[in-house]
């Protein structure tokens, strides 16, 4: 059976999806972009009803990265209507336990650790290096960046961001799209829509 991946994004993010992708083992088609141009680009974002009605590829996800995270759950459910399959790609040098479970769109990258019970959600973005330990929960469009440590059962909701390197503590919320800045450790609950930055976290003035 063929294995043609569409990748929805063609910039940086979207070509280390595209390395994880033949890592897993499918064949990237090519790419759409805004731009609808560049190397591999089959078109604009615009043209992914096109690509499926010409059976030029067999499944897709979202290569945007964390610069437009609403984009990314429009071009997810972009996917969705198209019809496309939409499969999780996990590295084979992430270490997830049995236990855990990795919904459709996501990426898990190389040395992510998902422990006991971890969830994670549709079109969840799980850099290298993450440690999400036992009873996590990582909800749709969500971003974890390279190097965050979510300990035992934290809960990151709908597009939420969590930084480089960030620490969060055992049995945190982190609210519905909000932002946790790279470095940061938090020690208490993040609201919806709340950016935090610092050791401890808190919040972060307006324009600073």
Partial sequence: ?????????????????????????????GF???????????????????????????????GVGNTALRR?????????????????LIHPRATLSRASRVGPGSVVF??????????????????????????????DHAYVSPGAILSGAVSVEVGAFIGAGAVILPGLTIGKHAVVAAGAVVVADVPEGETVAGV????????S
């Avoid at 569409?6 to 990237?28: F, K, P, Q, S």
């Avoid at 609808?36 to 499944?59: F, H, M, N």
């Avoid at 071009?75 to 499969?87: C, Q, S, T, V």
């Fill in 72 to 88: 990314r759950a429009e071009l997810f459910h972009r996917l969705r209507e198209a019809g496309l399959a939409i499969p999780s």
């Fill in 1 to 29: 059976m063929s294995r043609r991946l569409l990748i929805l994004g063609a910039g940086g993010h979207g070509r280390a999806v595209a390395d994880l992708a033949e890592a897993c083992g499918w064949t990237v088609a």
């Fill in 200 to 207: 401890p976290a808190r919040p972060r003035a307006s324009g």
């Fill in 110 to 139: 190389p040395a992510a650790v998902l422990g006991s019970g971890v969830e994670v959600g549709e079109n969840v973005v799980v850099y290298s290096g993450v440690v999400a330990e036992h009873g996590c929960r990582i909800a």
């Fill in 32 to 62: 759409t972009d805004r731009a609808g141009s560049g190397a591999g680009v089959l078109g604009g974002d615009d043209d992914l009803a096109t690509l499926v009605r010409e059976g030029t590829v067999d499944a897709g996800v979202v």
